[in-house]
């Protein structure tokens, strides 16, 4: 039975749901500074050139990333960290955009987790999958979803912390996430047909209806919820 949720489109100015998790189901994330380094490589791969170089001035080490940054072709809209799994979800400019990004970033995790753990081997449990989404509808249920969940997560790191959702409310900031789009689609509310939403904390936090069942295939495959 073929795997679903492999990306077979790979569509110029495309939004897609990036995913990933680790082999046997196995947790990726263990320590605290697992997830903020996750992320440090997300802010190399993805902020600003021009702030990149200003950067790589101070920490010389930061310079090896800029031939490889992709913040001109690629925009991250939202994102959350999970025990054994992420969530990303990115715009790319051109076709081959999120195989270029994913490769780098992947390759960067696994090599820094198998050597301050001292492990061989795979840590993902297969490439990366993703969903194209075209409704703009789905696209602001995507980032509800990712947002959510974090929250209700029981383990020793504070997941919560390791999502884009405080950047959407305001309480962090960073050049290398893009919540203005998704922040300009909400103040579309109403063509969207959301009815009664005062804000998007409010939307993500209070709305009634499941964005889980309403995104169905676009979220995770059955079995990686668990």
Same mark, same amino acid.
């Given at each position: 039975?073929?795997?679903? $949720?492999?990306? &077979?489109? @790979?569509?110029?100015?495309?939004? %897609?749901?990036?995913?990933?998790? /680790?082999?046997?189901?196995? $947790?990726?994330?263990?320590? &605290?500074?697992?997830?903020?380094?996750?992320? #440090?490589?997300?802010?190399?791969? +993805?902020?600003?050139?021009?702030?990149? &170089?200003?950067?790589?001035?101070?920490?010389?080490?930061?310079?090896?990333?800029?031939?490889?940054?992709?913040? /001109?072709?690629?925009?991250?809209?939202?994102?959350?960290?999970?025990?054994?799994?992420? #969530?990303?979800? !990115?715009?790319?400019?051109?076709?081959?955009?999120?195989?270029?990004?994913?490769?780098?970033?992947?390759?960067?995790?696994?090599?820094?987790?198998?050597? &301050? %753990?001292?492990? !061989?081997?795979?840590?993902?449990?297969?490439?990366?999958?993703?969903?194209?989404?075209?409704?703009?509808?789905?696209?602001?249920?995507?980032?509800? %979803?990712?947002?959510?969940?974090?929250?209700?997560?029981?383990?020793?790191?504070?997941?919560?912390?390791?999502?884009?959702?405080?950047?959407?409310?305001?309480?962090?900031?960073?050049?290398? !996430? $893009?919540?203005?789009? !998704?922040?300009?689609?909400?103040?579309?509310?109403?063509?969207? $047909? +959301?009815?009664?939403?005062?804000? @998007?904390?409010?939307?993500?936090?209070?709305?009634?209806?499941?964005?889980?069942?309403?995104? /169905?295939?676009?979220?995770?495959?059955?079995?990686?919820?668990?």
């Amino acid at each position: 039975m073929p795997t679903r $949720n492999i990306v &077979k489109v @790979y569509a110029e100015k495309g939004y %897609y749901h990036i995913y990933n998790r /680790g082999v046997e189901k196995r $947790n990726i994330f263990l320590e &605290k500074e697992d997830c903020s380094v996750f992320l #440090h490589y997300l802010k190399m791969y +993805l902020s600003p050139l021009n702030e990149l &170089k200003q950067l790589s001035l101070l920490q010389p080490r930061a310079s090896r990333f800029i031939s490889l940054n992709l913040s /001109g072709d690629l925009s991250l809209l939202s994102f959350s960290l999970m025990p054994n799994h992420f #969530h990303l979800q !990115i715009k790319q400019q051109h076709c081959d955009t999120i195989t270029k990004f994913m490769r780098r970033l992947s390759t960067s995790y696994v090599m820094y987790f198998n050597k &301050k %753990y001292r492990r !061989i081997g795979a840590l993902f449990q297969n490439n990366y999958k993703g969903v194209l989404i075209e409704d703009d509808s789905y696209l602001l249920h995507l980032s509800r %979803y990712i947002h959510l969940n974090p929250l209700n997560i029981k383990s020793q790191i504070n997941f919560s912390e390791f999502s884009s959702y405080p950047y959407y409310l305001g309480k962090k900031k960073a050049s290398w !996430i $893009n919540e203005k789009e !998704i922040l300009g689609y909400f103040r579309s509310a109403q063509r969207l $047909n +959301l009815k009664d939403v005062l804000s @998007y904390q409010s939307f993500v936090e209070d709305y009634k209806e499941s964005s889980k069942e309403i995104l /169905g295939t676009l979220t995770l495959e059955e079995d990686d919820s668990e």
